[in-house]
């Protein structure tokens, strides 16, 4: 079992929707990165947060550290929020901070 | 951006030849690391560095080395490639007070 799931795996929403990315992980994390790869493009990060929520124009990222879940948003969705959003956990490792990504939920909002 | 480029940013080569990825920052971070995306698969950590001279293996090392001779730059080498290497590379930076995370913008590598 990874130690950070995503869930849905791929996802179409229609132009306006409001959509949510979830990602579930196993273990204790000092904090959770949501990040956006764009087809054939590099990746951005979105979020990083270890409390609460966040807001950044119409992405909105949540987490819940008792129950080990996340989940990012967008209001009012537009084509070009089409993209792969990744779910990634940060944890202390024997003296360092080792980073697991999740396998990532793609996106395609139709106009 | 955080200043990250990668080079060269698509190589085709063979198999059996050594192949260096080159990750160069312009903002002075000390942590920056290596990683490989593949379909099915998150991103995985090849190795990472922590200062310079200062490198460790990650969770896919095998087949893989590590430089850094300056703060600048991160060299990863394939030192005789092989097919189940071919894959997008990715570098990336951890902005130490915040835990930050900047990538480049990757390197396809195909080995035939």
């Known amino acids: 079992k990874n130690e950070v799931e995503q869930s849905p795996q791929n996802l179409t929403a229609q132009e306006e929707e409001f959509i949510t990315i979830n990602c579930s992980y196993s273990?204790?994390?000092?904090?959770l990165h949501w990040l956006q790869q764009h087809p054939g493009g590099g990746i951005v990060s979105l979020f990083m947060?270890?409390?609460g929520k966040k807001k950044h124009g119409r992405l909105i990222a949540t987490i819940n550290i008792q129950e080990k879940h996340s989940s990012l948003h967008i209001t009012a969705s537009h084509p070009r929020d089409s993209a792969v959003y990744i779910c990634?956990?940060?944890?202390?490792?024997?003296?360092?901070?080792?980073?697991?990504f999740g396998t990532g939920t793609k996106l395609q909002v139709i106009p | 951006d955080a200043g990250i480029t990668q080079s060269p940013r698509h190589k085709v080569t063979e198999t059996g030849t050594p192949v260096t990825l080159r990750c160069h920052q312009t903002?002075?971070?000390?942590?920056m690391y290596w990683y490989r995306q593949d379909p099915g698969h998150g991103l995985r950590l090849i190795h990472y560095?922590?200062?310079?001279?200062?490198?460790d293996k990650g969770e896919v090392s095998d087949g893989y080395s590590v430089s850094r001779s300056k703060t600048e730059d991160f060299l990863l080498t394939l030192e005789s490639a092989t097919s189940s290497q071919t894959s997008v590379y990715f570098c990336?930076?951890?902005?130490?007070?915040?835990?930050?995370?900047?990538f480049g913008e990757g390197s396809r590598l195909t080995v035939l």
């Open positions: 990336a930076i951890r902005v130490r007070n915040t835990g930050e995370l900047f």
């Open positions: 273990v204790g994390i000092s904090a």
């Open positions: 947060l270890s409390s």
């Open positions: 990634a956990v940060r944890v202390n490792s024997g003296g360092y901070q080792k980073v697991t």
């Open positions: 903002e002075n971070h000390r942590y």
């Open positions: 560095s922590y200062g310079v001279k200062d490198t």
